[in-house]
């Protein structure tokens, strides 16, 4: 079985400042671990995703997401947020062969303050 | 290229109706999974289909049923509608179902409203 806790619901963080969207993962075994964005009214985007290989990853438009086995942890972040980031943001779970059954998180809601 | 598609975009249905939600894959992609998102959910996993056979099934009544057609396109059915089956439904698509890196690609879903 695998599962995904994404930490917050909402994070509100002004523009310019660092982001950090937390997520921990539950697996029986080594999972692959992705972030998708999710803009309002438009369709799910892959930002990044861990599959063994290095344990920072990094994706488009500036995020990163680090693995960290001993905490169960796969965090993104972003060093400086743009009013573009606003959206719902979701961590996502999968087994690591052989099944396509993506496992989402509940989402955490990214509001830029001007 | 174009990417996934869906149709049709909005669906307002009635109560126990029966309705149809069509997918067409990215073009090359053989593998096709369906997903329900509720809102203010995550998406949850419904189906997965490659070359024409299910290869993956969520926590869903009998009442959700896929099916994919020769071109790889992918319909979903779901019967005798409920209030709660209220949702965006994505479809995404994959080109290989046993590759540890594989990317699914969403299309912009279906909004299907029950009233």
């Known amino acids: 079985a695998q599962s995904v806790t994404q930490l917050d619901s909402h994070v509100s963080v002004s523009e310019g400042t660092p982001v950090l969207l937390r997520c921990n993962y539950s697996?029986?075994?080594?999972?692959?671990l992705f972030w998708y964005v999710q803009h309002p009214n438009k369709g799910l985007q892959l930002l990044l995703k861990?599959?063994?290989?290095?344990?920072l990853v990094k994706g488009i438009n500036g995020f990163e997401a680090e693995f960290k086995k001993s905490e169960t942890s796969f965090h993104l972040t972003k060093p400086s947020a743009h009013m573009s980031d606003a959206a719902e943001y979701f961590c996502v779970v999968s087994a690591p062969f052989g099944n396509e059954k993506l496992t989402f998180g509940t989402g955490t809601r990214l509001t830029i303050i001007p | 290229d174009a990417g996934v598609t869906q149709s049709p975009t909005h669906l307002i249905k009635t109560r126990g109706q029966h309705v149809t939600l069509r997918c067409s894959p990215i073009?090359?992609?053989?593998?096709v999974s369906w997903y329900q998102q509720v809102l203010g959910q995550g998406p949850q996993f419904i189906f997965q289909y490659y070359e024409k056979e299910e290869r993956g099934r969520g926590n869903f009544p009998d009442r959700f049923s896929a099916r994919q057609f020769p071109n790889y396109s992918s319909e979903l059915n779901v019967n005798a509608l409920l209030l709660g089956d209220s949702a965006l439904y994505l479809c995404a698509s994959s080109a290989l179902p046993r590759d540890s890196a594989y990317e699914q690609y969403f299309g912009p879903g279906t909004r299907l409203t029950v009233t």
């Open positions: 073009s090359g992609h053989k593998s």
């Open positions: 697996s029986s075994y080594s999972p692959s």
């Open positions: 861990y599959t063994s290989a290095a344990t």
